[in-house]
């Protein structure tokens, strides 16, 4: 199913998500992204973000590039795509149950990383392999966004 040495969405906590997919939506999936925007990004102490981005990169989800800067390794870029893709799916799902665009965006932050991505895949075919959430924002990325929700503090 997967290479031994790369992670599924499945085996990441909710921490670890929270920073790929920022790292992601500074554009760290392509080039070097400075540590200390990543931090404001979270708002969080620089100092915490910057221990948490090493603990990614002996994950091999981040790599410090150069002193201050972080990217996404392939594994990594691979990740922050698929929470994406789990999110929109899953915000279709509730949205077809009857909640509103951000009461699904919500609550599909909180188990886009609980959901076996292989369920995700079937049931994405199910719902008409939809390429945008319900908020229109693409689930293939292209420029990079994320869903706000995947930014709630609680
Ligand atoms: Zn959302
Ligand atoms: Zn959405």
């Not at 929470?83 to 279709?92: D, S």
């Not at 509103?100 to 886009?112: G, V």
């Amino acid at each position: 199913m997967k290479a031994e040495s790369s992670l599924g969405i499945t085996e990441l906590s909710d921490c670890e998500m929270k920073y790929i997919l920022a790292i992601f939506e500074l554009g760290g999936d392509s080039r070097p992204i400075k540590i200390s925007d990543l931090s404001k990004h979270l708002n969080l102490a620089l100092p915490t973000v910057s221990i948490m981005v090493r603990k990614l990169a002996k994950r091999g989800l981040t790599c410090v590039v150069k002193r201050g800067y972080v990217t996404l390794t392939g594994n990594g870029c691979v990740l922050a795509r698929m929470l994406i893709h789990a999110h929109g799916i899953l915000e279709h799902i509730f949205v077809k149950a009857g909640l509103t665009p951000n009461e699904a965006c919500c609550i599909a932050s909180r188990i886009q990383n609980k959901v076996p991505y292989t369920v995700i895949m079937e049931l994405w075919e199910k719902m008409g392999k939809p390429l945008e959430c319900p908020h229109g924002i693409p689930m293939v990325k292209k420029e990079g966004r994320v869903c706000p929700c995947n930014f709630c503090k609680d």
